[in-house]
């Protein structure tokens, strides 16, 4: 039997008076409470910079800045800042106002690499720093049934002379040299290339071999990318990734930004402030350059760090377009860029240092790819759906944002 038999009128009337008003008004001054609450966290000024000032220390993003980025975008401040190709591996970039791609990443980027002439694995800056100061410059001439050439400067106390090759080599061309077709790279095998021979075709057809030997002491070959397809490995958020690459390390492009890279900054600082070693300490961090990580596409605009890092689908519109976001210039970032040694080496003069800025990102940008935990993450790997042309100033926007 109910407990009801034993109340009188005034307590059935104050037991009406909690289930009618004094619960609403607690459950609806709590559910008040709690969406005032997420309003105030949501919708909090980022304290973070918005421009030009130095960014403040921020080692992830936070989620809860997603409606102040998403502004920037749609108010179209985030942009393409900078666009460079490698087109040999591991040698000096370039920085283009404008550059062509294709599924397989930016035109003329990893087109080539340094082969051991008689191992056939693909020399890399890990083991010999100095590439980094083999300056490959892009001469295009329309005229050229190659299109003009690659024209390779060496530093000046290195003795080797400058010397050229075709810069996009007619298939005639590519008929004259030939193909290997075991060539590696850290775990990867099978991969093809053309031994390059020099521009003109009435140049000593060694010349690009024997110099590059004398700069690596070794007999080494240059090789430009064969036809066979090479498979971007498969990542954690795209098992079943479908993508080529050239000499690339494993993806076609690499996006990065620029509040992420002043972050970075902030991040080998604080590391370096944190050391009883005296020399560390003085790292000056603040001449670090973006170069040093060798993005394709850097970006700009989002006003905070490691936005990136939760963007999965893009698009990215010349600036002059009515409507950003349309259906071309679509990319995929498919997942965190896991950083090796490499970015210890010093663009400008090929010293490396074993710790920095290795170390600092080991320490407070670990565990961000689901894929491989124990690495540290700078940047994020992509694949463009289509071929076209991007432009330093072109606009992203954002079609999906997830972690990858
Ligand atoms: C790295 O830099 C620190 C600080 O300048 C220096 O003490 C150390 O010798 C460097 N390490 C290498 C391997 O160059």
Redesign the pocket.
């Known amino acids: 039997m109910s407990q009801h038999i034993f109340r009188g009128r005034w307590q059935e009337a104050l037991v009406d008076i909690f289930w009618s008003s004094i619960v609403p008004a607690t459950a609806f001054s709590v559910v008040a409470a709690l969406v005032f609450l997420r309003l105030l966290t949501s919708s909090r000024a980022p304290s973070k910079n918005m421009g030009s000032g130095a960014v403040e220390m921020q080692f992830a993003f936070d989620e809860r800045d997603q409606g102040f980025v998403t502004q920037k975008l749609e108010e179209r401040q985030v942009v393409v800042s900078k666009l460079i190709v490698h087109p040999i591996k591991s040698c000096r970039g370039t920085s283009l106002a404008q550059a062509d791609y294709n599924p397989s990443g930016l035109e003329l980027d990893r087109r080539w690499s340094v082969i051991d002439a008689n191992k056939h694995n693909i020399l890399t800056a890990r083991a010999f720093p100095k590439m980094v100061l083999i300056h490959p410059k892009i001469i295009e001439d329309p005229t050229d049934p190659s299109g003009g050439r690659l024209e390779i400067h060496f530093p000046p106390d290195s003795g080797c002379e400058t010397f050229s090759v075709p810069l996009k080599p007619t298939a005639s061309v590519l008929q004259q040299w030939s193909l290997v077709e075991d060539l590696t790279v850290h775990s990867f095998t099978s991969i093809d290339g053309y031994i390059t021979q020099a521009y003109p075709t009435n140049a000593d057809p060694t010349i690009c071999s024997t110099i590059l030997s004398r700069f690596f002491n070794r007999p080494v070959h240059l090789v430009y990318k064969g036809p066979r397809r090479r498979p971007a490995p498969p990542t954690h958020s795209f098992p079943q990734l479908e993508a080529n690459v050239d000499y690339h390390d494993a993806f076609p492009l690499l996006f990065a930004s620029e509040e992420s890279f002043e972050s970075v900054k902030n991040i080998v600082k604080k590391w370096c402030d944190e050391q009883e ?1 005296e ?2 300490r ?2 000056d961090a603040s001449k670090m350059v973006i170069e040093r990580y060798r993005p394709n596409v850097v970006l700009k605009g989002a006003g905070l760090p490691f936005a990136e890092d939760m963007w999965k689908e893009l698009t990215i519109s010349p600036a002059g377009a009515s409507e950003v976001g349309g259906g071309k210039g679509f990319f995929t970032l498919v997942s965190k860029c896991t950083r090796c040694m490499l970015p210890n080496i010093d663009p400008a003069d090929g ?6 800025p290795s170390k600092p990102l080991l320490k407070y940008r670990r565990g961000l790819d689901p894929g491989r935990m124990a690495l540290s993450c700078f940047g994020c790997n992509g694949v463009p759906a289509q071929q076209g042309t991007l432009h330093v100033g072109d606009i992203v926007s954002v079609r999906t944002w997830d972690h990858v």
């Open positions: 070693n020399d560390l003085k790292w010293s490396r240092n074993m710790s920095i």
